[in-house]
């Protein structure tokens, strides 16, 4: 069997100029970054169009560690509705490299379901991720500086300052750190630490802005700490969001690849879900809804994470209404949430699948809650068996919701026509529009628990005294209109990741809740997340390598 990268090595790429026409897109608007990338201007973005095209949105189950193939999914359900004459372009998340290097590979997708050229977007890609860690700190470096000062000092208090460093990598050593040591001559001794920049508030701006105004608002709005005598200080205070932006200049714009059918494919931005919210760009999502008919879009990990957060903070901010949902299940990821180990999916355990059918039906049900149609997407492996699968299927079908086996894997946009058809034939016959979970206007209490309660399925929620702290600033910085972007763990429902399937009668603990002012949501932080993950004891990277002729090897 060919591994990913063998597959798309197979595939004669198309000039992006090819991939460009189909979306009526002229030559001279294209910013080439090579024969099959570029970048695309923002004034392709058209409100009028917008109002027509559809929105597909792809999400899943909780996944089991190596995930559950939504982006694979997505370009195969891209590929498999075009091929019924359906316009699509599928929107997608650029990969980071911690990920890439560490335990799950990279977010290109697999086998025929790819988008192209898988090495130059699962590495450094046109720079966009470079360009947002340089922006991010940038604003460090100016804070730091900033306290040194004897002449243009704010008067910063270092023990309040919240914002940290990032870099692209999984680092689990530069996660709390010290700096400012060696002397007078080299800052205030204090401490601080590391994210990873998927993690970064400049991610989630990125994301979430609507153009390069907005951008440059957002950026000055970022809560930095609190001077000596008790005043917030912002990003425009330190007159940093002038150059932070002009970092940004071209990293605001969607960048344009194909998939390995050919299909235009728009990728751009890189939050993780857990983390933080999870999709790609409004920039991205609008481009894409501007210039063909339909756009199929993902959001990170299981629909407790992403989903909600694409609904409840992106399409709400953005002023968008996806038409279906496609919930991604795998039999594997059922075994695993009724109680099979990791080690024994690839074996045959009707028991287990069925034990497992509780999580796929708190999703399903999570969806219905904001009033959307789903679609079961049941991404086919080679071990699965017919028995099993016709499990999943007899249960979706006993709930009201079509279920569509598909094989995006093997047999690419072929073996997602029906998946294609039963999505198309709820999209076009939808009159719904999706509601949230809870209105923005409620307090950040009545926020966290109508999520935890209504999505996770939580019996109550407790703060610890760091957490009410926390509440009592945001009230006293006026900030308690924003929406909330929960920090969870994506291993389960709940806020352990132990709880596996459909965990009842738990309590969610949010531990402490971040700031950011400039993205315009709160980050509550439940369980033992944290922003800068780690490397696995194999990891990923130790598989990558390169020979004389420049040829990679090793990526997924």
């Given at each position: 069997m060919k591994s990913d990268i063998e597959i798309a090595r197979t595939i004669k790429l198309k000039p992006i100029q090819q991939i460009s026409k189909k979306l009526n897109i002229k030559d001279s608007d294209l910013e080439l970054y090579g024969k099959y990338k570029a970048k695309l201007p923002l004034s392709l973005i058209k409100k009028a169009n917008i109002k027509k095209s559809k929105l597909i949105l792809v999400t899943a189950i909780s996944p089991t560690p190596a995930g559950e193939g939504k982006t694979t999914m997505s370009i195969g359900l891209t590929q498999g509705l075009n091929k019924i004459g359906k316009k699509t372009t599928v929107v997608l998340r650029e990969p980071s490299l911690g990920p890439v290097f560490g335990i799950k590979g990279g977010a290109t997708g697999g086998g025929w379901s790819q988008v192209l050229p898988m090495e130059d977007i699962n590495l450094h890609f046109t720079g966009d991720f470079s360009a947002v860690e340089k922006a991010h700190n940038l604003l460090a470096a100016l804070i730091d500086n900033n306290i040194q000062s004897k002449t243009k000092s704010l008067n910063i208090d270092p023990r309040t300052v919240l914002w940290k460093r990032v870099m692209d990598m999984n680092d689990r050593a530069l996660r709390d750190i010290v700096i400012g040591l060696g002397g007078t001559g080299s800052g205030i001794p204090r401490e601080t630490g590391f994210d990873i920049t998927a993690a970064s508030e400049i991610m989630a701006i990125l994301c979430l802005s609507n153009d390069l105004v907005d951008l440059k608002t957002r950026l000055g709005n970022i809560f930095v700490g609190f001077t000596m005598d008790r005043k917030p200080i912002y990003a425009r205070d330190l007159k940093a969001h002038g150059a932070m932006t002009a970092l940004l200049k071209d990293a605001i714009k969607p960048n344009l690849v194909q998939t390995i059918e050919g299909n235009p494919a728009i990728i751009h931005g890189g939050p993780f879900a857990n983390i933080a919210q999870g999709t790609n760009t409004v920039i991205a999502t609008r481009m894409g809804m501007s210039l063909s008919d339909y756009v199929v879009t993902e959001a990170g990990f299981?629909?407790?994470?992403?989903?909600?957060?694409?609904?409840?903070?992106?399409?709400?901010?953005?002023?968008?209404?996806?038409?279906?949902?496609?919930?991604?299940?795998?039999?594997?990821?059922?075994?695993?949430?009724?109680?099979?180990?990791?080690?024994?999916?690839?074996?045959?355990?009707?028991?287990?699948?069925?034990?497992?059918?509780?999580?796929?039906?708190?999703?399903?049900?999570?969806?219905?809650?904001f009033g959307i149609q789903p679609v079961v997407a049941i991404n086919r492996f080679l071990t699965d068996t017919d028995a099993e699968i016709q499990i999943v299927i007899d249960k979706c079908e006993s709930l009201g919701v079509k279920a569509v086996l598909c094989n995006v894997w093997g047999e690419g946009g072929k073996g997602a026509?029906?998946?294609?058809?039963?999505?198309?034939?709820?999209?076009?016959?939808?009159?719904?529009?999706?509601?949230?979970?809870?209105?923005?206007?409620?307090?950040?209490?009545?926020?966290?628990?109508?999520?935890?309660?209504?999505?996770?399925?939580?019996?109550?929620?407790?703060?610890?005294?760091?957490?009410?702290?926390?509440?009592?600033?945001?009230?006293?910085?006026?900030?308690?209109?924003?929406?909330?972007?929960?920090?969870?763990?994506?291993?389960?429902?709940?806020?352990?990741?132990?709880?596996?399937?459909?965990?009842?009668?738990?309590?969610?603990?949010?531990?402490?809740?971040?700031?950011?002012?400039?993205?315009?949501?709160?980050?509550?932080?439940?369980?033992?997340?944290?922003?800068?993950?780690?490397?696995?004891?194999?990891?990923?990277?130790?598989?990558?390598?390169?020979?004389?002729?420049?040829?990679?090897?090793?990526?997924?």
């Open positions: 299981g629909c407790d994470l992403g989903a909600e957060k694409f609904l409840d903070i992106k399409c709400v901010s953005a002023g968008l209404s996806p038409k279906a949902i496609v919930l991604v299940a795998t039999i594997r990821a059922l075994k695993y949430h009724g109680g099979a180990d990791l080690k024994t999916l690839s074996r045959s355990n009707q028991k287990a699948v069925k034990g497992g059918l509780e999580n796929l039906e708190k999703h399903i049900e999570n969806v219905l809650q026509v029906n998946l294609a058809k039963a999505v198309a034939e709820v999209v076009d016959n939808t009159t719904k529009k999706f509601k949230p979970i809870y209105d923005w206007n409620w307090s950040v209490e009545e926020k966290i628990e109508a999520v935890a309660k209504k999505i996770y399925g939580a019996k109550s929620v407790e703060y610890t005294s760091k957490a009410k702290v926390d509440l009592r600033r945001i009230k006293r910085l006026g900030l308690e209109k924003l929406p909330v972007c929960i920090a969870k763990t994506q291993k389960s429902l709940s806020d352990d990741p132990k709880l596996l399937g459909r965990p009842r009668d738990f309590v969610v603990t949010v531990r402490e809740i971040e700031i950011a002012a400039g993205a315009n949501f709160l980050v509550p932080i439940t369980g033992n997340m944290m922003r800068m993950p780690g490397l696995p004891g194999t990891p990923s990277a130790e598989f990558i390598d390169i020979d004389k002729n420049g040829n990679i090897t090793g990526l997924f």
